[in-house]
């Protein structure tokens, strides 16, 4: 699921030269995607991704994914224990990593982006039995500034829920290529490409989202590389974000948004498996 | 064709078994495929006869004979098992109709026709002499016709209890009327038996009537041996003469196989070309072959109201077992159809024009997108005719075309074999995205040249090789000219984007697309919306996009929804200027959305038959197959264009570096990978668009589309789209 493309490059090209690389870079590294699945299929059993490990290819997990509809959530306590349970942790991202203050965001809201293209923090809609946003930092070290990270984890009460919310999350993107974070936050450029499960190499999810582009800080500068991955399994939908900064390459940010999103998504399927 | 029995093997050597084409004394010909898609023809030996050991030594020489008979004319053996409990024998599958059958619905045919036919199966015999073989059983039964020549089927392989006549005097092996004398009188024939034959056959084809009669059996040996042939009716005095010299009573004064092909007119051409049988004829040929294309749907179990029309159950039986051959060694339609094969490569008369290559053509000519795949092989099949039929070619092309059906699992199969087979210099396809996401690595690790005009997804892998060229507008490419046809006019201010899921990465790349480039080509604005797959109820979205004052409207999606959109803005009167693409255009969506389809526009990588710049191809087009060009025709015709050109020269180049330097260079076919960066390198002035591919992703550089638009229910195409700004 990574997406190693020469953004930077691109940047001032014509918008279809990026959405071009975008969309081939993201879904045409397969080799890429194969060793990510490996690790994926080999770490089902730990739950917990070794990105060492992992030569033996399992099946994909859209092949192999019964839901068991007994441990499917259905209120929101069962919703709410049920994202303790999947949601990424510091260790979920790699070595390093460290949990940031405020570490969880209130559970009685979720961020939505305005009409303005500014985001804000409400009140979940009807259809969200529980959701959490959790931050993350790899602190700065010499010559490197501090990458910020974040994971989000929402459960809807249907599927379709849960497919109108990857619906919404593209139209973002269209609709607002400029994004205010917060005061002082600025996210441009954005591109996103979508696969569903079973295009190209797609196997991890029923419907993947990637997007990239570029982060702007007052407090750390930039444009820096910025990279947010979502997928939708079921009635759930796992996200993260990883913001660049200094002396950051885009690969360490890629490798770190998909090592925790991996790590989810392998959660996930052991949360609602069939157990034989 | 039957249905297999209880009895019958579900595989024989690697082949699945489809059903029964014939049996006969020696066992049963199976028409089976193997994995890799290829249908064949596969004689079974029966178990008395497999327990004979003399009948075994014979089967096994002749078998391995028979892997020797080298020529275009004569159908190829794909495989065989000597030693096995039960022998059996594979052959290709040629979809086409006897000589027999063509002779009977239509009449005897000109003296141009026989005269190339003569030829062309002189050389035929030639090569199952040359391997040792006697045929001993040519006839019109076992002569299939396809556009591009004869194949000779059935060379004498276990032949001695299936083709027997009985007469008062006991069994005679071989087709009464088709007989040399020397067999009816009960002897072996050698090899002038086989041209003794060949000269009845060749009577039968010019005046419609076996030279000896019919009738009785006895009464047609007889005349065979004591009687001259009745000619009447064949005025060329050169035929005649042949005919006269083939029919001799003594073996000793016929022609040999290979010294007919010299007596034969010097006008007639190397090899035949599209024109060598009449229209009629031709167009027979075409429908019979389109017939037994369609041969896969044998394990489908639905088939679909738009493609071709079928074949009466009764009807394709028939030709399935005409083309099978009443003993069968005859077949292929989804594999090796070859066109305009000249003579054997390898240089054996040393003369250029005895150097053969092959284009493949990787399509789906059997699974969702049919139609397209199928006019991409008319394409290229033309596009090889017309250069073969120049003078001073320093080669001959031909035509190899495999079916993927539109799966991923058999397109990587097909690369596969296309990658394997030594003589292919490059491929044209495969039609649909997904299959040539499952072909690249196959034909990248072979630096097999791969040009695709059809999948057009931008998110193809990169490979090492480089050799996949993608020879039209990517679904991204194709909204620059959608949005310049959208919004540049004064009533529109706003674009809505109605991006559906359920048409998979074609729709989201183009309206996303569409939604990036509108501020970059135009002062307007957009109003995007995405939906899941799966959605069936488009009001509350569609309302929204009119409620944000979309003046007009973009649907990238598939064709249900796009009807459905259809009729909701046609139940809220919305006039504005609103298109699909291309993928959408078809009988599901003008049925499901009725006259609200009216006023749609489409923009297209294809161009169409009706454009200026396609009439010439277009009435070549009529001429060999009977129709107008397909959708998607003409751009196979012109990459396979291309390739022939990029071939030619640098065919012309090693043979001017070969002459400079003195030293033997092979057959002078260019490697793979040469012909891959002359493709990457080349400008190619097609009749669709002009060729040139970007360096870094070898994408087309040029975003030429053409425009349609839905009136009165029809597809009705407007001329090519605007032309985007830079």
């Known amino acids: ?276 | 064709m039957d249905d297999l029995r209880p009895t019958d093997p579900a595989r024989i050597g690697g082949h699945r078994l489809l059903g029964r084409l014939g049996a006969g004394g020696m066992g049963v010909v199976y028409l089976g495929r193997t994995d890799a898609g290829a249908l064949a023809a596969i004689k079974v030996i029966l178990p008395e006869h497999a327990g004979d050991e003399d009948f075994r030594t014979r089967f096994r020489r002749e078998a391995e004979a028979a892997r020797r008979v080298d020529s275009p004319w004569a159908v190829s053996v794909t495989g065989a098992d000597t030693e096995g409990e039960r022998p059996w024998l594979a052959t290709e599958f040629v979809p086409g109709p006897t000589l027999f059958d063509v002779v009977a619905r239509r009449g005897p045919l000109p003296v141009r026709s026989v005269t190339v036919l003569g030829r062309l199966l002189a050389r035929a015999l030639a090569a199952v002499h040359a391997a040792g073989l006697v045929h001993r059983d040519v006839k019109p039964g076992n002569v299939l016709l396809t556009a591009g020549g004869p194949r000779l089927i059935d060379f004498g392989i276990a032949r001695t209890a299936d083709a027997t006549a009985l007469t008062a005097t006991g069994l005679v092996v071989g087709t009464p009327g088709f007989l040399p004398p020397e067999q009816a009188s009960g002897n072996t024939a050698g090899p002038a038996g086989d041209v003794f034959s060949l000269g009845c056959l060749l009577a039968y084809a010019a005046t419609g009537r076996p030279p000896f009669g019919g009738g009785a059996v006895d009464a047609v040996l007889y005349r065979t041996v004591h009687d001259a042939p009745d000619l009447d009716g064949i005025d060329d005095a050169h035929l005649r003469a042949l005919l006269d010299r083939c029919l001799a009573k003594d073996p000793g004064d016929r022609p040999a196989a290979a010294a007919l092909d010299t007596l034969i007119a010097e006008d007639v051409p190397a090899g035949a070309t599209a024109d060598w049988l009449p229209e009629d004829v031709a167009r027979i040929i075409a429908e019979r072959s389109a017939a037994l294309l369609a041969l896969p749907d044998i394990d489908a179990t639905v088939t679909e109201g738009h493609g071709p029309p079928e074949p009466a159950p009764g009807r394709r039986r028939f030709l399935l077992f005409a083309a099978g051959g009443a003993v069968a060694l005859g077949a292929s339609a989804f594999a090796a159809v070859r066109l305009t094969r000249d003579e054997s490569d390898g240089g054996g008369d040393g003369a250029p024009g005895g150097r053969r290559w092959i284009i493949g053509v990787h399509a789906d000519l059997t699974g969702p997108l049919r139609a397209a795949g199928r006019a991409q092989e008319r394409g290229a099949r033309l596009a090889v005719d017309r250069f073969n039929s120049l003078d001073d070619q320093p080669f001959r092309l031909a035509v190899k075309v495999l079916d993927d059906q539109g799966d991923p699992a058999r397109s990587a199969r097909v690369a596969e074999e296309f990658a394997r087979d030594p003589e292919v210099v490059a491929v044209i396809g495969p039609t649909g995205d997904e299959a040539a996401g499952a072909a690249l690595a196959a034909y990248d690790e072979a630096v097999l040249p791969v040009l695709t005009v059809s999948a057009l997804q931008i998110a193809f892998p990169a490979r090492a090789n480089g050799s996949f060229f993608q020879a039209a507008p990517s679904y991204a490419s194709l909204s620059l000219p959608i949005v310049n046809r959208l919004l540049l006019r004064p009533d529109v201010e706003r674009l809505g984007i109605l991006i559906d899921r359920a048409g998979g990465q074609t729709a989201y790349q183009a309206g996303y697309a569409a939604n990036l480039m509108t501020p970059q080509l135009t002062t307007g604005t957009t109003h995007p919306r995405v939906v899941p797959a799966g959605t069936t109820v488009f009001d509350p979205v569609v309302t929204d996009l009119l409620s944000h004052r979309s003046d007009a409207l973009f649907y990238a999606g598939d064709a249900a929804g796009a009807a459905r959109v259809a009729r909701i803005l046609a139940d809220l009167s919305f006039t504005g200027p609103r298109m699909a693409q291309h993928t959408v255009m078809g009988p599901e969506f003008l049925e499901q959305a009725g006259a609200a389809a009216d006023g749609w526009e489409f923009v297209t990588p294809f161009t169409d038959a009706g454009a200026p710049a396609v009439a010439t191809f277009a009435a070549a087009h009529r001429k060999r197959f009977g129709a107008a060009p397909a959708a998607w025709s003409a751009e196979a015709y012109d990459v396979a264009g291309l390739v022939a050109r990029e071939l030619a020269a640098l065919t012309d180049a090693a043979a001017k570096k070969a002459t400079a330097s003195a030293t033997p260079s092979g057959d002078g076919r260019p490697t793979r990978s040469a012909l891959t960066a002359a493709i990457a390198a080349a400008r190619y002035e097609g009749i669709s668009r002009t060729y040139a591919f970007d360096e870094k992703r070898q994408q087309l550089v040029g975003r030429d589309a053409y425009l349609y638009r839905v009136e009165k229910g029809r597809h009705r195409y407007l001329g090519p789209a605007p032309k985007p700004k830079s």
């Open chain 1, 1 to 276: 699921m990574t997406c190693h493309v020469p953004l930077r490059g691109a940047r001032y090209g014509l918008p279809l030269a990026l959405v071009t690389v975008l969309l081939a870079g993201c879904s045409g590294a397969a080799d890429d995607r194969g060793e990510t699945e490996k690790r994926d299929a080999s770490t089902r059993a730990s739950a917990s991704p070794d990105p060492g490990g992992g030569t033996g290819s399992g099946p994909s997990p859209e092949q192999s994914l019964v839901p068991d509809p007994a441990r499917l959530p259905k209120t929101r306590a069962e919703a709410r224990d049920f994202i303790d349970r999947v949601i990424a942790g510091p260790d979920s991202f790699g070595p390093g990593v460290v949990k940031r203050s405020p570490y969880e965001s209130d559970p009685a809201t979720w961020p939505v982006l305005g009409e303005d293209c500014v985001w804000q923090q409400q009140k979940p809609a009807y259809s969200v039995l529980a959701t959490l946003t959790r931050s993350f930092e790899l602190p700065a070290e010499q010559g490197k500034g501090p990458v910020r990270l974040g994971a989000v984890v929402t459960v809807h009460r249907t599927r379709e829920d849960a497919a109108w919310e990857m619906a919404e999350s593209i139209e973002e993107s269209m609709r607002c290529p400029t994004q205010q974070l917060r005061e002082g936050e600025l996210i441009g450029s954005m591109v996103a490409a979508a696969l569903l499960g079973g295009e190209a190499t797609q196997t991890t999810s029923e419907d993947s989202l990637s997007e990239m582009g570029q982060y702007q800080s007052s407090e750390l500068g930039g444009p820096h590389h910025y990279a947010w991955q979502q997928a939708q399994t079921l009635q759930f939908t796992v996200a993260v974000t990883g913001k660049g900064a200094k002396g950051r390459t885009q690969r360490e940010i890629d490798d770190l948004v998909v090592q925790a999103q991996a790590a989810m998504l392998v959660r996930l399927e052991s949360a609602v498996e069939k157990q034989s």
